[in-house]
Nanobody
Framework: QVQLVESGGGLVQPGGSLRLSCAAS????????MGWYRQAPGKERELVAI???????NYADFTKGRFTISRDNAKNTVYLQMNSLKPEDTAVYYC?????????WGKGTLVTVSS
């Protein structure tokens, strides 16, 4: 059973930065497609960014170069570096992974962007 555990959320002022981490266990990390989703209050969950096992990335338009997804296969960890944060980035951020056709989710970490 794969487990995904997020960390790094918190309160940040507009224009600030945060780095989210997601540690994976229970599978061969390097074989998996990984990503981040988010869900703002009253809204549906949406894709933020994904990264393939080969390091290919894809981002939602709203990230507009502000966010960077990366992975460290040696540490079984995927990261989301978020810069120039805006109040509308406030959401619960979820780590996502897919191994051999099966999807897994973390429990989420709250990011609040407010002055």
């Amino acid at each position: 059973q794969v487990q995904l555990v997020e960390s790094g959320g918190g309160l940040v002022q507009p224009g600030g930065s945060l780095r989210l981490s997601c540690a994976a266990s229970g599978s061969t990390f390097s074989d998996g497609m990984m990503g981040w989703y988010r869900q703002a209050p009253g809204k549906e969950r949406e894709l933020v960014a994904i990264i393939s096992r080969y390091g290919d990335t894809n981002y939602a338009d709203f990230t507009k170069g502000r966010f960077t997804i990366s992975r460290d296969n040696a540490k079984n960890t995927v990261y989301l570096q978020m810069n120039s944060l805006k109040p509308e980035d406030t959401a619960v951020y979820y780590c996502w992974g897919r191994w051999y056709g099966i999807e897994y989710w973390g429990k989420g970490t709250l990011v609040t962007v407010s002055s």
